[in-house]
Structure formats: structure tokens, C-alpha cells
């Protein structure tokens, strides 16, 4: 699924997101890039070192990117529309570890259309 150009809401998004993430090891290596940039993060305010919040941000995408490019073979989303692909991260974060991403997913895969409307996907 191709990621469009141009202005969307976050639910118009999310199930574009989600499509750039059906493989379920793609999703895992951004909850331990995110888990891990929330690391370095508390490292960051517990040393008072700032430095260590880049850190975190390379962790965070140098998973999410080994699993677009390796694993789903595709283009983060990140490169079109970074504000919204971030807030997804966190949305597919709490969804993944709390096993509530499943319906949304089989969203994907109805047959009546390409996408799920706006309304059946849940952000």
C-alpha cells in the first residue's frame, strides 16, 4: 500500500499505518525500538545527559527501519508524514502489547474494499 501525498486525519492514516506493518516481527522490532528509546530516554533524565536522547532516537528507528526494509520490504511511512507516523507508533505500541491490534488488522484483509472505511477502524 502506498503511502498518498497531502493532508489526512490521524484515523484516515492509521489504516494506511497499519498496512505498512502487516508482518508481526516488522511490528515487534518497534516495540523493542520504542521500548528501548523509552530506555534511553529515562537514562537520559536520570543522568541528565541529553546526548542520550538521540541515542534513543536512533534506537528507535534503527529497529522500525530494519524491519521496513528487510522485513516488510517497503518505505516507512515516517518519510511522507513523520508527526502522524509517530502517534501511530505509540497507537501500534499500546495495541501490540495489550493484543488489541488483531481487529484492526483483519480490517485490512476484508475484501469489500481496499482500505477500511474511516469509521470501522478504531485509532
Known amino acids: 500500500m502506498s503511502v498518498p501525498d497531502g493532508p489526512m486525519s490521524l484515523k484516515e492514516f492509521w489504516p494506511i499505518y497499519l498496512g505498512e506493518h502487516r508482518n508481526t516481527a516488522n511490528r515487534w522490532l518497534h516495540v523493542l525500538g520504542s521500548l528501548g528509546g523509552l530506555?534511553?530516554?529515562?537514562?537520559?533524565?536520570?543522568?541528565?545527559?541529553?546526548?542520550?536522547?538521540?541515542?534513543?532516537?536512533?534506537?528507535?528507528?534503527?529497529?522500525?527501519?530494519?524491519?521496513?526494509?528487510?522485513?516488510?520490504?517497503?518505505?516507512?511511512?515516517?518519510f511522507k508524514h513523520p508527526g502522524k507516523s509517530f502517534l501511530c507508533d505509540w497507537i501500534m505500541l499500546a495495541k501490540t502489547l495489550t493484543f488489541t491490534i488483531g481487529p484492526d488488522l483483519a480490517r485490512l484483509e476484508e475484501p469489500s474494499s481496499q482500505a477500511p472505511s474511516e469509521e470501522a477502524v478504531q485509532v
Not at 541515542?55 to 528507535?60: E, F, M, T
Open 39 to 78: 530506555v534511553w530516554l529515562g537514562l537520559a533524565v536520570y543522568t541528565r545527559n541529553p546526548w542520550l536522547i538521540l541515542a534513543g532516537v536512533v534506537n528507535g528507528y534503527a529497529f522500525a527501519w530494519i524491519g521496513h526494509f528487510f522485513i516488510e520490504k517497503n518505505k516507512p511511512a515516517t
